[in-house]
């Protein structure tokens, strides 16, 4: 291993990063993440800070979780690799398929396809959709429908469904037939409404509006996140997805429910879905399925799509999509070991409590700082804190303020994250009572500096 000095030296020089500017980055190099413990990391300077990011809203389980590490480590012992293309399987993709289908059984799932990430689980999604309307008898259904400030990965599918244009604009053509209705952001919406059961209703009108527009018949699938995370921790109010799934209903449009972030135990429900009491027809996974031991994602399915691919007669049932890791036998490894640890820790009932004491703490600085113009939790352990430089005028606070809040925080003891002119938190959900305490004078601290 190279000394920390040639690190230093090295780093961003040949490595592009995601989500940042590679000139950028050789200039402003990024912190170099050496350890991890428990609900902290440590820098390569030795700086240990509390990570309220949770990796990327995905280590639920905490760095220390040992049955996970142990069940990745034996597998990589026993059976390192084999496909599961149609014709071989491996021992722990067959329980991993029977865990995940029992964990998703009250949101109605009955089916499951593993891939290695959010963004190939959202591809899936849309891609099997059109493939269920093809089977139906109705191929000229191929459109979707999303919702703006939604963040459902980054390949041309979920790019294309994407309601933030910094993930669209650079690389467009997108997929065409897709359209977006106004986000459920209180704060600031085309409706001017800050009631967030009347901006619901509105976003359902525009819905029934746009599927008129299109024409029902044209529509293939609508996705959204039960609360968008990567968007600015939006949360809809609770009436939303119910009626926008009450619609797909009524126009045979699928409904999936993107639960990457949300899924397992993030909202303080076992999925977002549940959080909000519906039923989707297909939910996508990631992150949290493995705690970010090992990269693994999925799709699931209710019995309504199983039924029309599995009796299928004429071989178009057939599923010509997959990765060459779908059901890895280390992913699957990592996935039964998790999904216990998860089950067995009650993740969602901590990240409930939790989460309402993160929240009542950051509404108590909005008290305290008036460059907070809106702050935005209380389901689970999804946090953001939107900054404005003037609360009155709502004008979004510069990024250079925003770095050195964001920098603050960290010197003080906190890793939180930037997304836009908001701080997102997403702890461990193992995280404690004490935990929540540090994370919030950290935040004191790092506002002290705008
Ligand atoms: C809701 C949602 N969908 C999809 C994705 C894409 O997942 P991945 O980065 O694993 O491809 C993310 C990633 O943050 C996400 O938050």
Redesign the pocket.
């Known amino acids: 291993m190279k000394d920390i000095a040639d690190l230093k030296a090295m780093n961003a020089q040949q490595l592009w990063h995601p989500m940042g500017h590679p000139g950028e980055l050789q200039k402003n190099a990024p912190v170099i993440i050496d350890t991890a413990e428990g609900v902290t990391i440590t820098d390569i300077d030795g700086h240990t800070v509390v990570d309220a990011v949770g990796g990327?809203?995905c280590a639920n389980l905490g760095y220390s979780n040992d049955v996970v590490k142990q069940a990745i480590a034996d597998q990589l012992f026993k059976l390192p690799y084999y496909s599961a293309f149609a014709g071989t399987t491996n021992p722990q993709a067959i329980q991993a398929a029977d865990a995940m289908v029992n964990f998703f059984k009250d949101d109605g799932m009955a089916r499951v396809f593993f891939t290695s990430?959010?963004?190939?689980?959202?591809d899936t999604a849309l891609r099997l959709a059109r493939q269920y309307h093809r089977l139906r008898g109705q191929p000229g259904r191929t459109k979707f429908i999303s919702l703006k400030k939604g963040?459902?990965?980054?390949h041309f599918g979920?790019a294309s469904v994407n309601g933030n244009n910094r993930f669209r604009i650079g690389y467009e053509p997108l997929l065409p037939g897709c359209f977006h209705l106004p986000s459920p952001y209180a704060y600031r919406n085309p409706f001017n409404e800050s009631d967030p059961a009347t901006l619901a209703q509105l976003i359902a009108q525009a819905m029934e509006d746009e599927i008129t527009f299109q024409d029902p018949s044209t529509i293939a699938a609508f996705i959204m996140?039960p609360i968008q995370?990567?968007g600015g921790v939006i949360v809809p109010d609770a009436s939303l997805m119910g009626l926008l799934k009450d619609i797909c209903d009524r126009h045979g449009i699928l409904f999936i429910a993107?639960e990457?972030?949300c899924g397992f135990g993030r909202t303080g429900a076992w999925s977002g879905s549940r959080h909000w009491g519906v039923q989707p027809d297909m939910m996508?996974v990631?992150?949290g399925v493995t705690s970010a031991y090992f990269p693994v994602?999925a799709c699931l399915f209710n019995d309504k799509i199983a039924d029309v691919f599995e009796s299928d007669q004429s071989g178009e049932g057939s599923i010509w999509h997959g990765y060459t890791y779908s059901a890895h036998p280390v992913g699957m490894a990592a996935v039964n070991a998790c999904l216990s640890e998860t089950v067995k820790a009650d993740l969602k009932t901590n990240a409930a409590a939790r989460g309402d004491q993160l929240f009542a703490g950051v509404t108590q600085l909005m008290a305290e700082f008036d460059i907070i113009g809106d702050v935005r939790g209380g389901h689970g352990l999804m946090t953001g804190i939107e900054l404005v430089s003037d609360r009155g005028t709502k004008t979004p606070m510069d990024m250079a303020t925003i770095k050195r809040i964001h920098r603050a925080t960290y010197d003080a003891g906190t890793m939180v994250r930037i997304g836009g002119n908001n701080l997102l938190m997403s702890p461990p959900l193992i995280l404690t009572e004490a935990d929540v305490d540090r994370i919030l004078t950290c935040l004191r601290t790092g506002l002290g500096q705008a």
Request: aromatic fraction near 8%; charged fraction near 15%; hydrophobic fraction near 30%.
């Open positions: 990327l809203w990430g959010g963004s190939d689980s959202v963040y459902h990965g980054t979920g996140e995370g990567a993107d990457v972030i996508t990631a992150k994602g």
